[in-house]
């Protein structure tokens, strides 16, 4: 009877301890991924390659000169971008350009009556530096779109001109003479540095893990004249399409 009594004891006691012990935790729920892992956007720096063709033309600040026509140009190198936060960046790196002008040259008379024409297409290459803010927004799947603005810096590499000039007199006996010039040197006509204001729209597509594909449309607003001779002032300016890779 003791012994009975001593278990029943027992296990009343280990009863009322059981229940004074807090129940452990549920466990966390599992969340499961709804689209893939935004793993580009986790990085905070972004090194890519790009090609640039445009479109430029000619805005003359001279009354001697008027516009001629658009002509092609293209650039190629490499971008970086530091983000300071996850869809905000700071966008620099460097670019070959060469950037094409054609327009016409007018000398008002001189002298015997003397006048002459003459049609440039100068195309003038740059080493170019931009810096300029890169605003992007939240993944949708595979797309981000994003809005480029900021200054592009150029350094004049080299330039040349493939030119025609007709030279004309109204003194007796009137006469008429022309001539071309093709790959001219003319480095030391052009102003040696370069700088516009940029600003464009663009769409990435991301391929796998880091590395995306992007594509923009950039208006190219030169402020600098690119000749140096206040009689041959002008400015050039264009639309430029940027196609690159970004890792």
């Known amino acids: 009877m003791k012994i009975f009594l001593l278990t029943v004891f027992s296990l009343f006691t280990l009863s009322a301890s059981a229940q004074d012990i807090a129940p452990p935790p549920p466990p966390p729920p599992v969340t499961l991924p709804v689209n893939m892992p935004d793993v580009y956007g986790a990085r905070y720096f972004h090194f890519g390659l790009n090609f640039t063709p445009g479109i430029y033309w000619t805005v003359p600040n001279s ?19 530091f983000y300071f936060t ?44 931009p ?38 007199t109204n003194a007796l006996p009137a006469f008429l003479d022309s001539y071309t010039i093709n790959n001219a040197d003319i480095a030391g006509q052009t102003d040696l540095f370069r700088v516009s204001l940029v600003m464009g729209l663009g769409v990435e597509y991301t391929l796998a893990g880091s590395t995306a594909l992007q594509a923009s449309i950039n208006y190219n607003n030169c402020f600098t004249n690119l000749n140096n001779t206040s009689d041959n002032s002008l400015k050039v300016k264009g639309i430029e399409l940027m196609l690159g890779v970004l890792f």
């Open 131 to 168: 810096f300029e803010l890169k605003l992007k927004t939240s993944p949708f799947h595979r797309l981000r779109y994003y809005g480029v603005v900021g200054l592009d810096f150029g350094f004049r590499l080299k330039a040349t001109d493939d030119y025609s000039v007709t030279k004309n």
């Open 63 to 81: 009354s001697n000169n008027t516009s001629n026509g658009a002509s092609f140009g293209y650039g190629y190198g490499a971008n970086l971008e």
């Open 86 to 129: 996850r869809n905000y960046a700071i966008l620099t790196g460097f670019e070959i350009t060469d950037i094409g002008a054609k327009y016409i040259n007018n000398t008002p008379l001189q002298g015997y009556y003397l006048d002459s024409i003459t049609q440039h297409n100068e195309t003038v290459q740059y080493l170019q530096i």
